[in-house]
């Protein structure tokens, strides 16, 4: 199957697309969308992350669980909704680490496209999910999917930080080659955890010290 997916990431996933996983994964999402079910995020941003950040570009991975289940709100980014809706309570958490840790004032625009232009890649380890149905779409093989392309990105490429968020992404640390690239690791921004260690952690500049120690250009956290 010819998967619309920026050309440099075809490339280096080529040998995924024809194995089975992969086609259970198509032929899931065509049985879900011709029974009618709601699928997020909508077809053409599925790649999204994949579309705004080419592999040649990707120096900071951000990783997310699933991709947001309310209308509106999904675009293939992790924690980041389109322009126009509202941050959702683990992004505004993000936004209030970033203030905290360089002064940035808290933004009303959760559309994160900025910074994966500039090589922060907003994967979610699945990258679809049913309307109303967190996790509903965690067992068709997206998790194998993206597990081989965090493998992809650690054996191809050096000194990437990796931003493990919560318990679940800190369960792929795993995947990734310390001894070249950087991991750091806190608690989740939901509400639920933020104050357990995600708040303080400052990620955001020590990634920005880590890119400059390999003369890499810092990102630009501002939206």
Not at 9 to 28: C, G, M, P, R, S
Not at 68 to 89: K, M, T, W
Not at 120 to 130: E, I, K, P, Q
């Amino acid at each position: 199957m010819d998967v619309q997916i920026e050309e440099s990431w075809k490339k280096v996933l080529k040998d995924e697309f024809a194995k089975i996983y992969f086609q259970h994964i198509i032929t899931f999402l065509k049985a879900e969308k011709a029974s009618g079910k709601i699928i997020y995020p909508p077809g053409p941003l599925i790649f999204n992350a994949f579309k705004q950040t080419p592999f040649e570009k990707v120096k900071v991975i951000i990783l997310g669980q699933d991709p947001y289940h309310n209308r509106g709100q999904a675009h293939g980014l992790s924690f980041s909704v389109p322009d126009g809706i509202a941050p959702p309570p683990s992004l505004i958490n993000i936004f209030k680490e970033l203030k905290n840790d360089l002064g940035i004032e808290i933004s009303t625009n959760g559309n994160l496209e900025k910074w994966a232009w500039q090589g922060v890649f907003l994967l979610n380890a699945s990258l679809t999910v049913r309307q109303n149905e967190p996790g509903s779409h965690s067992k068709i093989g997206w998790l194998e999917f993206t597990d081989h392309v965090i493998q992809k990105l650690s054996d191809q490429k050096n000194g990437i930080v990796f931003l493990l968020w919560g318990k679940f992404a800190q369960e792929k640390q795993s995947l990734i080659d310390e001894t070249k690239h950087f991991v750091l690791k806190a608690a989740h921004p939901s509400p639920f955890s933020a104050a357990h260690g995600f708040f303080g952690c400052k990620h955001f500049s020590k990634t920005n010290e880590l890119l400059m120690k390999q003369n890499k250009s810092p990102i630009d956290w501002k939206l």
